[in-house]
């Protein structure tokens, strides 16, 4: 399984940016980074996903480093409902997604 | 916004017998999965299914697990002969063709007592 590297667990205040980062240093050329989310009792939700450039939908931006070794997930206002664990997962050329243990992001009110 | 619909939410089963989690993934997509999560452990994945066969199957996914897409619209896992632990939320999840993002359903807890 391709891997990928994040801290266990990060803090933000309501309202404020978060930057969640993940490592991912034996990416491959066609491997895609995706970032999903769990909140408690929930299944998987999709959050963004990207190749080589920086992507932004309604629910986040994602920053690829240059050289695709690392990704950052940014949050620009985090909210209470926010508060879960977020997975950084490399597709591989298979098409299938293996988790990690994610980073648990709790927002502070 | 669509979705992928699992039934039951929660079953209790008796070890040693059936089960089938029935799973109703989104009407266009053309490739699905099972992914199961054993309490307060990681997402695991357990089987790929695209164009009526299994594309891809982990270590998990022994030969007491099958799955079936037998009506073009829902998807099952079958678990042969429970086993304790086989307890654990299974998810089912779907894709579409040329969109990378997994929609995933809100999951089924297996109980085996």
């Known amino acids: 399984d391709a891997k990928t590297t994040q801290p266990n667990s990060m803090e933000s205040n309501e309202e404020e940016p978060v930057h969640l980062p993940c490592n991912h240093s034996t990416i491959s050329g066609t491997d895609y980074i995706h970032w999903y989310r769990q909140l408690p009792s929930q299944g998987p939700e999709y959050v963004i996903h990207?190749?080589?450039s920086n992507v932004n939908n309604r629910m986040a931006s994602l920053a690829i480093a240059e050289d695709r070794k690392s990704s950052t997930l940014i949050l620009h206002r985090a909210t209470l409902r926010d508060a879960a664990v977020y997975y950084c997962i490399l597709e591989t050329g298979a098409n299938n997604l293996f988790f990690g243990t994610g980073t648990r992001l709790t927002v502070i009110p | 916004e669509p979705e992928v619909t699992q039934t039951p939410s929660h079953q209790v089963t008796q070890m040693g017998q059936e089960v089938i989690l029935r799973c109703v993934p989104i009407s266009n997509h053309l490739y699905f999965y099972w992914y199961r999560q054993i309490l307060g452990q990681k997402v695991e994945f357990l089987v790929s299914?695209?164009?009526?066969?299994?594309?891809?199957k982990s270590e998990i996914f022994d030969d007491q697990f099958s799955v079936e897409r037998p009506d073009g619209s829902n998807f099952t896992l079958k678990i042969r002969s429970t086993k304790l632990e086989d307890s654990a939320m299974y998810f089912c999840a779907s894709r579409g063709r040329g969109f990378h993002g997994y929609t995933f359903g809100s999951g089924t807890r297996l109980t085996v007592v």
């Open positions: 299914f695209y164009n009526n066969e299994i594309s891809e």
């Open positions: 990207g190749l080589t």
